[in-house]
């Protein structure tokens, strides 16, 4: 009697941590029905589960056009496509909250300064291409949300192309006024630094890029910034790698706020890097990795060779980080988002694919 107790026990134990446990091979499902679970359900209950892609479609006049596409990211068949093709959709951005995106409107191009930015509120539904306080289209790239998602920080793309010149600015949606942040303060002029916002440490950290060796005395790489513009101090690592703009060192292909992502709940700088067999003029190969603030610590994961590969973003709830796979340096179209968990170690090759929307050709942009 006293074994069958003991087995009773033990059974008891396996059941209960089988119904405990979390699924390893995939994504555990949300609680909700699935015929309750729509595109409009995620938004309005679960915003956090958003993915954000630039799909590209074909047009009538022959060139293709891209619209933006929300999926959930538990059931990718599961998709709204919320622009037609009165938008160019390039780089959207979330809102740190997901219920804002900010997104590129390339039909209203400025030449060296960037798409027209556009606002798309997910909770009423609404589009808004914004102004500047002059009444002027706003233009920019390099959009990173504020901590609470009443504005955002973003640069031009090269007001001035001859020497790199580009500064930090932010845009204030309540006020819609444009402010450029100045960390020299011995000048009146707001590009005096050739620096652009990457990511934000919340509350009130800027992460931001800047080849502005004259000024600060050091050579270009990130640094800590303060939101009204205080230089804190440079970041020390050796694996946070810029693709600088020239023959030697090709820019990344889309380097969603710069070529990293920070992370508070692990405290880790999800990044892109160079990939092990890069050469300059060369294939263009990158691989994932996640790295902490010194480099004392990195992760990178498998590099696949006959892909390059940069990430979209990580679900902090199933730990997996999506991404997105092209074929070469010159096939800027992505088929398929795949999913990898934490290790690097890919689950799903074909995550979110083109196919699940008709008519959809590729993957331009994402975000998620």
Not at 61 to 89: C, E, M, S
Not at 166 to 187: A, W
């Amino acid at each position: 009697m006293k074994k069958l107790g003991i087995i009773w026990l033990l059974s008891l134990t396996v059941i209960s941590l089988s119904f405990c446990r979390k699924d390893v091979n995939g994504i555990s499902e949300p609680s909700e029905p699935d015929h309750e679970r729509t595109i409009d359900w995620v938004i309005h209950n679960s915003p956090e589960d958003l993915v954000a892609v630039a799909g590209v479609f074909p047009a009538q006049d022959g060139r293709n056009h891209n619209k933006l596409a929300l999926f959930d990211y538990y059931n990718p068949q599961h998709y709204k496509i919320v622009t037609d093709t009165t938008f160019w959709v390039s780089h959207p951005v979330f809102s740190r909250d997901k219920t804002k995106i900010i997104f590129g409107n390339e039909r209203k191009w400025i030449p060296d300064y960037g798409p027209r930015l556009v606002l798309y509120d997910l909770v009423t539904d609404t589009i808004r291409p914004l102004n500047d306080q002059y009444g002027g289209y706003l233009v920019g790239v390099d959009v990173v949300w504020d901590a609470d998602g009443s504005g955002f920080y973003f640069s031009y793309e090269n007001p001035i192309p001859m020497v790199e010149l580009r500064g930090t600015l932010y845009f204030d949606l309540s006020s819609e006024e444009e402010v450029g942040i100045n960390p020299n303060p011995n000048s009146t002029g707001r590009f005096t630094w050739c620096i652009y916002p990457v990511d934000l440490l919340p509350p009130d950290t800027l992460i931001v890029f800047s080849n502005d060796t004259v000024s600060t005395g050091q050579p270009e790489g990130y640094y800590y910034m303060s939101t009204s513009g205080e230089l804190l101090a440079r970041i020390d690592n050796e694996y946070l790698v810029h693709y600088r703009e020239d023959a030697e060192y090709p820019q990344n292909l889309y380097p969603y706020r710069g070529n990293l992502r920070w992370y508070d709940d692990i405290q880790l700088f999800l990044i892109d890097q160079p990939g092990v067999d890069f050469m300059p003029g060369t294939f263009f190969q990158t691989r994932i990795a996640f790295t902490n603030r010194d480099g004392s610590v990195l992760r990178p994961f498998p590099t696949n060779r006959e892909y390059i590969e940069i990430f979209i973003g990580r679900n902090k709830h199933t730990q997996r980080v999506l991404s997105m796979q092209f074929a070469s340096f010159h096939n800027t179209h992505v088929k398929s988002i795949v999913l990898r968990n934490e290790a690097g170690s890919l689950l799903n090759s074909e995550f979110i694919s083109h196919e699940i929307i008709p008519t959809c050709l590729a993957f331009a942009y994402a975000d998620f």
